[in-house]
């Protein structure tokens, strides 16, 4: 594993309360971790504004072919927040050139970000899908969940309702990545399933990752930066486990009719995004290959919790191509709900063009 490719940042965004590594080994704290600084970093306020979150956005909901597909707001918080101390277009475009960078936010109307940091605030969105196969009512990732660590977000079981779905009628989680807020909301408050009639899949190179001691030590080589990261799905997992089926993602073969994974690792080293098909139609849902529009417009700009960053370039480049290239729906887990969109093809990158579906 190429080391000069790690990104201390995103050692220390998912910051579990316990977990499993740390009553193993005893880690300690953050100090270690928290010593770790961007290069380039402007003093941060922490003090800055709290931006007040919106409520749940209600649930959206659209034919794909013969699915029929609802995105269910688990809600939407703002950076930045605690455990992401850096300037606003830093968390976000972590290794952007800084006269590129300074130029774009200027230009997308971001200047204030550069005037006033102690005022950024961008709001990122959480978005699961229901996908209404006919046979299958899938889930695609869980957000926060009951214990949502974040103000304004946690609220994936009242969307839910208010589409109609009980958790009990879930028979299939799909999990693009295992970061915090896309399982945690797979248990309830006590740290039960909560979708306990649910096969939960996840991409063997994903769980992998995060299960192998060894691996995951050569990508975060202290202690402390593996606590920080891995915590919250190691804690979990053994809830997760009697119904946990690992599927390779490689074989490009379907987990269920209509739906596969595309491998598109670097913002974890599994991630994955998921094709879905019927009746002609296609949807690809991107999970965090991407988490802003603007990632789409360089894609060789990586958020800061994104792990490998030369392989997430190339994933990015790949997953863009191919969704210009056919035309896809494109469903993006972070931007704005119900975060569809179309790739267009601009120049040697890309742009988003947000849509609705045709
Ligand atoms: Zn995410």
């Known amino acids: ?108 109307g971001r200047g204030a970000w550069l005037d006033a940091p102690e005022r950024a605030s961008e709001t990122v969105a959480i978005t699961p899908l229901v996908i209404d196969t006919g046979t299958n009512l899938v889930l695609i990732d869980t957000g926060l969940g009951p214990s949502a660590p974040l103000p304004g977000t946690g609220r994936l079981l009242a969307s839910l309702e208010a589409a109609g779905i009980a958790a009990g009628e879930i028979d299939t989680v799909v999990f693009t990545h295992a970061h915090v807020d896309h399982v945690l909301g797979a248990v309830d408050a006590a740290g039960a399933l909560a979708f306990p009639n649910a096969r939960h899949v996840m991409a063997k190179g994903e769980h992998d990752f995060w299960t192998n001691d060894e691996r995951f030590a050569q990508i975060f080589p202290d202690a402390a930066a593996a606590e920080s990261a891995g915590g919250v799905f190691l804690s979990i997992l053994p809830a997760i486990q009697p119904r946990l089926e690992l599927v390779d993602e490689n074989a490009a073969a379907e987990f269920l009719a209509g739906m596969r994974y595309l491998p598109t690792y670097g913002h974890t080293p599994g991630h994955c995004s998921v094709v879905v098909g019927s009746g002609g139609e296609h949807l690809l849902i991107t999970g965090d290959a991407f988490v802003h529009p603007l990632h789409v417009a360089h894609p060789d700009w990586n958020f800061s919790t994104d792990t490998l960053y030369a392989q997430g370039d190339v994933s990015r480049r790949g997953l863009l191509d191919l969704a210009a290239d056919e035309g896809m729906l494109v469903q993006a887990y972070h931007v704005p709900f119900p975060g569809l969109g179309r790739i267009a093809a601009d120049g040697d990158a890309f742009r ?5 579906p045709e």
């Not at 918080?77 to 936010?105: C, H, K, S, Y």
């Open 1 to 108: 594993m190429d080391r000069s490719s790690m990104n201390p940042t995103a050692r220390r965004f998912f910051r579990p309360e316990l977990s499993r590594r740390s009553l193993l080994r005893g880690v300690a704290g953050s100090a270690a971790a928290s010593a770790i600084a961007a290069p380039g970093r402007r003093a941060f306020a922490q003090e800055s504004t709290p931006v007040a979150s919106p409520a749940a956005a209600a649930p959206y909901r659209f034919e794909l072919g013969a699915f029929s597909v609802t995105a269910v707001s688990d809600g939407a918080f703002a950076f930045p927040i605690p455990g992401l101390d850096a300037p606003l277009e830093r968390i976000l475009f972590a290794d952007a050139p800084t006269d590129e960078l300074e130029g774009v936010l200027r230009e997308s």
């Open 352 to 356: 988003w063009d947000t849509a609705a």
